[in-house]
């Protein structure tokens, strides 16, 4: 089985299905000749032409359009946004049009669009190229929101996106495109959307978490094993929206404790829709509050992105205060 790092794996996953559906087709800036600015379609056009892999003018608004357009004629279109903090300008476009077309219609037409796009931080790249926006999408009925942990999901979750007949903002870690390599296998999987994965088992505490920040809380577990006697209980959702509240449930059930770890900023975060969720509907299975670990209510810093972005050290205040109270 190869072993790949996130971009190999996208750049495989859309391989693979362009091969295996006809409709599928790649826009974007610079995704032909260039391979994309991390070069996650670096190739394709080789393989499939300039009909199919698809080099667009620097207009987000029109790459997202243009594929909306794509997508109510038959085709699925995978439109790459360069980094997601260019995305605002497309954002009528996906949530009054690629949103709700399903909706409006009454069913009569659907939107089988792929966005996907770089994000987070932790690259340097400072507030313009480092943001975490995931909320919005999240807020906006008729969307899935994805985002990756690591290379082996990333080729499923993107297969099961592309062949979805909604629209998905498919979100990609750009602080993990090569530091994490996983066996990849080379034959046809997906995976479902909507479904967490268990990283690590623990009875004490659970952390709930998404994207780069599960292998920073994956690297605390044996510190806070060591000096709190914590053993702590891994999820990574995987799927944001909707994220899957049986998995919570079930683990709350066994450590009565939850800490959630996202980079985003905190106010409006999916840690407190999360937080919301379990407060309202299982409460009777809390020890002690909810906390999150998250980015700041700032833009993102260039100079001192380490102190802005959730770490080791946060996460064990976190788990000491939940533990102690």
């Not at 997508?71 to 996906?94: H, K, S, T």
């Not at 959630?260 to 106010?267: G, M, R």
Request: include cysteine.
């Amino acid at each position: 089985m190869p072993v790949m790092n996130m971009v190999q794996a996208l750049n495989t996953a859309l391989r693979e299905e362009m091969e295996r559906d006809d409709s599928v087709v790649v826009l974007g800036e610079d995704v032909g000749r260039r391979g994309g600015v991390f070069l996650v379609t670096e190739g394709l056009i080789d393989i499939f032409g300039e009909e199919r892999v698809i080099d667009t003018p620097l207009t987000e608004l029109g790459i997202v359009g243009f594929a909306i357009g794509m997508a109510l004629n038959g085709l699925r279109p995978v439109a790459e946004i360069q980094f997601i903090d260019f995305v605002y300008e497309a954002f009528d476009q996906i949530v009054s049009n690629a949103a709700k077309i399903r909706f409006r219609t009454g069913g009569m037409y659907n939107v089988p669009l792929v966005i996907r796009s770089p994000c987070c931080g932790g690259i340097k790249g400072g507030m313009h190229h480092s943001q975490s926006p995931e909320s919005y999408f999240i807020h906006t009925a008729g969307l899935y929101t994805v985002m990756p942990s690591g290379p082996y999901d990333a080729k499923g979750l993107l297969k099961s996106s592309i062949r979805l007949d909604d629209p998905v903002i498919f979100l990609e870690p750009k602080s993990i495109y090569r530091t994490v390599k996983e066996e990849v296998p080379e034959e046809d999987y997906t995976i479902e959307l909507g479904k967490a994965k268990k990283v690590l088992e623990g009875g004490d505490v659970t952390v709930v978490t998404w994207g780069a920040m599960v292998h920073m809380v994956k690297s605390a577990a044996g510190l806070l094993k060591d000096k709190l006697g914590a053993e702590i209980e891994v999820i990574d959702l995987r799927t944001l929206f909707p994220f899957d509240k049986d998995m919570i449930v079930e683990s709350l059930e066994k450590t009565g404790r939850l800490v959630v770890v996202h980079e985003a900023p905190k106010t409006l975060g999916l840690g407190a829709e999360i937080a919301a969720f379990i407060a309202e509907h299982h409460p009777e299975l809390l020890y002690g509050p909810i906390i999150r670990v998250t980015g700041y209510d700032t833009p993102f810093p260039l100079a001192h992105e380490k102190l802005y972005m959730p770490n080791i050290a946060r996460l064990y205040l976190a788990v000491k205060k939940v533990l102690e109270y």
